[in-house]
């Protein structure tokens, strides 16, 4: 894994079935590297994945969600 593509990644909510949250440059290189990561990953364990990608506004559209 190229180390200017990934800035890093965490394991999270393992009671719910388990999720990677993935922190990346976009750019193709780094969609093509996470398919390809899948792609083993599905292989070897037999368990199908999904991928969602992107992220929200925050609080720069929902600002009094803290006042």
């Known amino acids: 894994v190229s180390s200017n593509l990934l800035i890093g990644a965490k394991i ?3 009671g719910g079935g388990g999720t990677v949250a993935v922190l990346t440059r976009r750019t193709p290189q780094t969609l093509e590297m996470i398919e390809r ?3 083993r990953y599905e292989t070897l ?3 199908q ?3 969602f ?3 929200s ?3 720069y559209v ?3 969600i803290c006042d």
């Open 12 to 14: 999270t909510g393992g």
């Open 37 to 39: 990561i899948v792609y």
């Open 45 to 47: 364990t037999r368990r």
């Open 49 to 51: 994945t999904r991928i």
């Open 53 to 55: 990608s992107g992220s």
């Open 57 to 59: 506004s925050g609080l």
């Open 62 to 64: 929902y600002p009094n």
